[in-house]
């Protein structure tokens, strides 16, 4: 079993913070282009998914603790997604060189970490347009 060839979970949909299955049972099987193999099965989203997870969204910016959050714990959070998606790059890695067939260096060494630093990028930019509001 080679680096990226290690088994892979199915997956299922993530609505309302709970991993579900889609409402249609469906799923489809992605495939390692690299070797033509499967990778695992992935539950088929409908619209009927897609209605649910747009509520559970809408509902979670409305009412949930997010909006009422002072910036600076926001600026935490995005910032923890950064460094937990960073600790755990050889597992994104490996599984983004599944799903697309690109080398693991690539995907690993450059990729994730530029998905991190997104998150640590924006957290950033809150910082510099608190400190602009100061300033005026």
């Not at 099965?41 to 559970?56: I, L, T, W």
């Not at 490996?94 to 697309?100: A, G, I």
Request: with cysteine.
């Amino acid at each position: 079993m080679t680096e990226t060839s290690a088994p892979v979970k199915p997956a299922r949909l993530i609505i309302n913070g709970e991993a579900v299955d889609a409402a249609s049972g469906r799923t489809f099987t992605t495939m390692n282009p690299a070797t033509e193999e499967p990778i695992c099965a992935v539950a088929e989203a409908g619209a009927e998914d897609v209605d649910r997870a747009v509520q559970a969204a809408r509902a979670a910016f409305d009412s949930g603790p997010w909006p009422k959050m002072k910036p600076a714990e926001r600026q935490r959070i995005l910032w923890k997604l950064g460094d937990l998606i960073l600790a755990n790059a050889d597992e994104l890695g490996r599984l983004e060189t599944l799903d697309n067939g690109k080398p693991i260096f690539e995907s690993r060494q450059i990729d994730v970490p530029m998905v991190a630093g997104c998150f640590h990028y924006f957290v950033g930019l809150g910082h510099q347009a608190r400190a602009a509001r100061r300033c005026r």
